[in-house]
């Protein structure tokens, strides 16, 4: 997917995402029909998901979901 000026993060509900141990780490997320899979990505100031979703997804609920156990 291409970005005009790069992909939108999220900021996490979840996590404290500013100096946080897993900034830039990334996660491939199965989507729900199983075909497909999206990459989660943390940043200082939130995720970033390549699926077409213009809010904060499924994907990266996902992930906050695995990291707050």
Known sequence: MAYKTG???WPSTE???KCHFAIGM???ILSSKG???YKVIMG???FTCDCVSF???KHIKEVE???CG
């Open 15 to 17: 996590i404290a995402t």
């Open 44 to 46: 200082s100031h939130g």
């Open 55 to 57: 809010k904060r997804c």
């Open 26 to 28: 990334c996660w491939n």
């Open 65 to 67: 979901a695995k990291l």
């Open 7 to 9: 992909p939108k993060s």
């Open 35 to 37: 075909d497909k899979t």
